[in-house]
């Protein structure tokens, strides 16, 4: 019984810091496996050493530095599919999903 309480209580909801700050330790261990400096990385993307150092610390990015890092790590096809496939939960949005395929503009509902 403790396990389950102790699991509960370590379990959130993800939320965007959450994820951002995932993402950036993910990205350190890739640049150090790959033996990277950030500096390389930099040369190499076109990002700023600064903002390098921003993310990897604080998980602080914008959009554009971090299709330009993934690109130097070879991780393009992962950020360019991001959005690639539907996801759905239930039923009712896999049908919404199929109703809706092909359309340009979403419409209030």
């Known amino acids: 019984m403790n396990d389950i309480l102790s699991l509960l209580e370590n379990y959130t909801l993800d939320n965007t810091e959450d994820i951002a700050k995932t993402l950036a330790a993910d990205f350190r261990k890739r640049r ?11 040369e190499k993307s076109g990002v700023a050493v600064s903002n ?3 993310f990897e610390q604080k998980g602080l990015i914008s959009l554009k530095n971090l299709i330009g890092i993934a690109i130097a790590m070879g991780y393009t096809a992962e950020v360019k599919d ?4 539907p996801k759905y939960s239930t ?13 340009t503009k979403a419409h209030k509902q």
């Open 52 to 54: 390098i150092v921003r």
């Open 32 to 42: 150090i496996e790959k033996n990277l400096t950030r500096e390389q990385v930099a």
């Open 82 to 85: 991001i959005f690639a496939e």
């Open 91 to 103: 039923m009712e949005e896999l049908t919404q999903i199929r109703k809706n395929a092909g359309k």
